[in-house]
């Protein structure tokens, strides 16, 4: 069996708030060491209930976070940017489940610095149903039919993905109180708890389906102010809606929406309130 982990920080053991997660913060370093521990003991489970490949994608800000010479040593690491599939850059059909750790409520929502990619973002919706980076990339897997069989990270993560994907198996490590404290596992209790909890994903993955995205999605995006709408839509095929701070973008398919969506971050993320 072959599995595939996107590993966030800000749902990660233990971590509160923006110190932790950003790399010119004082807490950082030890952010990075707790993710690389959550992440270890998600691939120890996975190898103890039979996993032949681990493949770990570091999907955090500038994408290199993991410690990897800490890493468990039979994973593979994908590091870095730009990737042209971001946090789910690799996954193809040859995977038999994807798991998420390490993950967030989307913008706008209760739950430890939750947001959607970039903080110019209010909400996302792929046609009617409202998501983030979570629900997002479970359709990416949806798309090469791959099944999300499990997500970590607080509560409130946790409750969004059992919303979205029936049958998925969660582990929250951590409960919101406020957007930026939390009441926390100790980490060796929490990795106990990621790695007995991503052995039951695999025992389950014959229970959960993949989140098929639909045909031709349309991919609409608001931002917090104008002049990060006005931004994004620049990106040829967008268009503002009228009256509001919404960007549209009609997509030939969920791979197209997804490269859609980080341009369109990307570009907004550029906005100043001067």
Not at 28 to 55: C, H, K, P, S, W
């Amino acid at each position: 069996m072959k599995f595939y982990l996107s590993m966030d920080m800000e749902g990660v053991t233990a971590l509160p708030d923006y110190t932790y997660v950003m790399s010119k913060e004082p807490n950082y370093e030890r952010g990075r060491r707790l993710m690389t521990q959550d992440a270890n003991a998600i691939i120890q489970g996975a190898y103890e209930q039979g996993a032949a490949r681990f493949v770990i994608n570091d999907s955090h800000s500038k994408m290199n976070n993991l410690i990897a010479e800490d890493l468990h040593e039979e994973a593979e690491l994908i590091t870095g940017g730009v990737k042209r599939l971001s946090m789910v850059e690799g996954l193809d059909s040859s995977f038999d489940g994807l798991l998420l750790a390490g993950y967030h409520a989307r913008a706008g929502q209760k739950g430890v610095m939750s947001h959607a990619m970039v903080f110019a973002v209010r909400s996302m919706w792929i046609n009617e149903t409202e998501i983030g980076e979570l629900g997002f990339n479970a359709y990416v897997a949806g798309h090469f039919g791959v099944p999300v069989l499990f997500v970590a990270g607080d509560d409130c993560a946790c409750r969004e993905a059992e919303a979205l994907i029936p049958n998925v198996v969660t582990a929250a490590v951590k409960e919101s109180i406020t957007r930026s404290a939390v009441k926390t596992l100790h980490p060796k209790k929490a990795q106990q708890l990621l790695k007995e909890k991503t052995k039951e994903a695999i025992q389950n993955r014959g229970n959960v389906e993949p989140l098929v995205p639909p045909e031709s999605p349309l991919l609409r995006i608001e931002f917090t102010n104008y002049g990060e709408a006005e931004l994004a839509a620049m990106m040829p095929g967008c268009e503002i809606e009228e009256g509001t701070t919404v960007v549209r973008f009609q997509a030939k398919d969920i791979l197209e929406a997804y490269r859609a969506m980080l341009v369109m971050t990307e570009l907004a993320d550029q906005a100043k309130f001067c």
